[in-house]
């Protein structure tokens, strides 16, 4: 079975640009979460959806900051405008219910120049 | 505030030796933890969980040992391996206070030398 899928993989942006983070969780997964890691701050939460729906989104960083969950196969974190303290690795994840194992995606590596 | 950390930001093992990972959580209401290995340019990938109602799990050469009392959590892996080569992320989870998330630790880096 395919894991969670993000893309792009890899980006690289100038400063003030608008980014799109999109992510496609495991089949039949209710709970999706954007986490954020660099070396400075390791694995952040960002936001996490119930069916679709944002639970917590306290690890948002700032209003630039933006996720949404149009369905259930499908994410996006959004930055706009972007800034070089933005770039770090991106990860979505997904867990068939509470308590559950957390699957991760692949990561998107995001470049803010 | 509720914290999980981890003692040794790195290990460096032969290959062959054992490996044990420490971690120490505070949140007494955590209830499910799950060990995590994140290999260089990928995502953290799960490796063995255990549920506070158990204080061993053993999986292939990975065994996970949770001591309630101290808050303590640790991963051994037997006869380590140079594919074992990676960070190692705690991570822990309260199903009735925080709905699903997990909080993670900050990971130690295991070496293991050939």
């Known amino acids: 079975d395919a894991g969670v899928i993000q893309s792009p993989r890899h980006e690289v942006t100038e400063m003030g640009q608008e980014v799109t983070l999109r992510c496609k969780p495991i089949s039949g997964h209710d709970y999706l979460f954007w986490y954020r890691q660099t070396m400075m701050r390791g694995l952040e939460l960002l936001i996490y959806f119930n069916n679709n729906v944002p639970i917590d989104d306290s690890g948002m960083p700032e209003d630039r900051f933006s996720a949404k969950m149009p369905n259930a196969s499908f994410s996006t974190l959004k930055i706009q405008p972007s800034e070089p303290r933005d770039s770090a690795v991106y990860f979505c994840?997904?867990?068939?219910?509470?308590?559950?194992?957390?699957?991760f995606g692949e990561g998107s590596w995001l470049t803010v120049v | 505030g509720e914290s999980v950390g981890l003692h040794l930001p790195t290990l460096s093992v032969q290959e062959g030796d054992n490996s044990i990972i420490n971690c120490a959580y505070s949140n007494s209401a955590s209830d499910y933890f799950i060990w995590y290995k994140q290999e260089s340019g990928k995502g953290p990938q799960f490796i063995i969980d255990?549920?506070?109602?158990?204080d061993k799990r053993q999986g292939q050469r990975v065994t996970v040992l949770l001591n309630k009392t101290v808050k303590h959590l640790s991963l051994q892996i037997a006869a380590t391996q140079p594919g074992d080569s990676a960070v190692y992320f705690c991570?822990?989870?309260?199903?009735?206070?925080?709905?699903?998330?997990?909080?993670f630790g900050d990971g130690t880096t295991l070496t293991v030398k050939p």
């Open positions: 991570a822990e989870n309260s199903i009735n206070t925080n709905a699903g998330k997990s909080t």
């Open positions: 994840a997904s867990s068939l219910f509470p308590g559950n194992t957390i699957y």
């Open positions: 255990i549920r506070s109602n158990m």
